[in-house]
Nanobody, 128 residues
Framework: QVQLVESGGGLVQAGGSLRLSCAAS????????MGWFRQTPGKEREFVAV????????LYADSVKGRFTISRENAKNTVYLQMDSLKPEDTAVYYC?????????????????????WGPGTQVTVSS
C-alpha cells in the first residue's frame, strides 16, 4: 500500500513562491506517475501537473503553465511542485497523487479517477 504525505503549504503573498513536497512510502515509487491536484470548497478536484515515472514527460494545466514546475527525485521517493508568481486564485488544498505502476517510462495521467493513491492534502493560501 502506497502512502503519500504532502508538506510545504502555507500562507504567501501574491507574487511569492512556495515549494510543495510529497514523500511516498510503501511502493515502488520509480514506476508511478506522480501528479498534483488542487481543490477549493464546492469545486471538483482540479489537475495541476503530472510527471512520468522517469521524469522525462511533464504536463501542466494551462492555468499554471510557466509558473509551476513539477519534478521528482526517485532516489528519495519524493515529488515536488515549485510554485512561483502565485496568485490569489491558486489558493486551494493541494493533493499529491500516485498512479498504479505503469509500463511506460513516459506515460502520464491527468484524470483524478485514474490515480490510485492520494495524500491528505496541504493548504496553500495566497493573499492579495
Amino acid at each position: 500500500q502506497v502512502q503519500l504525505v504532502e508538506s510545504g503549504g502555507g500562507l504567501v503573498q501574491a507574487g511569492g513562491s512556495l515549494r510543495l513536497s510529497c514523500a511516498a512510502s510503501g511502493g515502488t515509487f520509480s514506476y508511478y506517475a506522480m501528479g498534483w491536484f488542487r481543490q477549493t470548497p464546492g469545486k471538483e478536484r482540479e489537475f495541476v501537473a503530472v510527471t512520468s515515472w522517469s521524469g522525462s514527460t511533464t504536463l501542466y494545466a494551462d492555468s499554471v503553465k510557466g509558473r509551476f514546475t513539477i519534478s521528482r527525485e526517485n532516489a528519495k521517493n519524493t515529488v515536488y511542485l515549485q510554485m512561483d508568481s502565485l496568485k490569489p486564485e491558486d489558493t486551494a488544498v493541494y493533493y499529491c497523487a500516485a498512479s498504479s505502476p505503469l509500463p511506460s517510462r513516459t506515460a502520464v495521467l491527468t484524470t483524478a479517477s485514474r490515480f490510485a493513491y492520494w495524500g491528505p492534502g496541504t493548504q496553500v493560501t495566497v493573499s492579495s
